[in-house]
């Protein structure tokens, strides 16, 4: 996982969605329109629910660079396993937006 950079955008910007119709039968046509995001209501807890989550990780962050360059000697901890499952000896992740991706092209290419 990466961390945070910044505090979350701005979520009222629209978001662009793939729109399928079909018309008399033909194949599908695939159009790309600028829709609005979805009418989702951020209360005002949801924010600070969010900035706290922000704000503690960032302090975790700090404190975990600090105990790296021995600058205190109690903090948090970065847990590493002492002996590595050997099962998981060729575990390779995977990207799952791609991995997404490529199977809605396929089911794209599948239907044509």
């Known amino acids: 996982l990466s961390p945070l950079t910044s505090p979350p955008a701005s979520l009222d910007s629209p978001?662009?969605?793939?729109i399928f119709n079909r018309v008399n039968g033909k194949r599908p046509q695939v159009l790309l329109q600028q829709v609005s995001a979805p009418e989702e209501c951020y209360t005002l807890a949801h924010e600070e629910n969010v900035r706290f989550v922000?704000?503690?990780w960032q302090q975790v962050e700090q404190q975990l660079d600090g105990s790296r360059s021995g600058e205190s000697a109690c903090g948090p901890v970065q847990y590493v396993e002492k002996t590595p499952n050997p099962g998981l000896k060729n575990f390779v992740p995977i990207d799952l937006e791609e991995w997404w991706a490529q199977q809605f092209l396929a089911k794209i290419e599948n239907c044509s």
């Not at 978001?15 to 793939?18: F, R, V």
Request: aromatic share 14%; charged share 30%; glycine share 0%.
């Open 54 to 56: 922000y704000e503690a």
């Open 15 to 18: 978001a662009q969605k793939l």
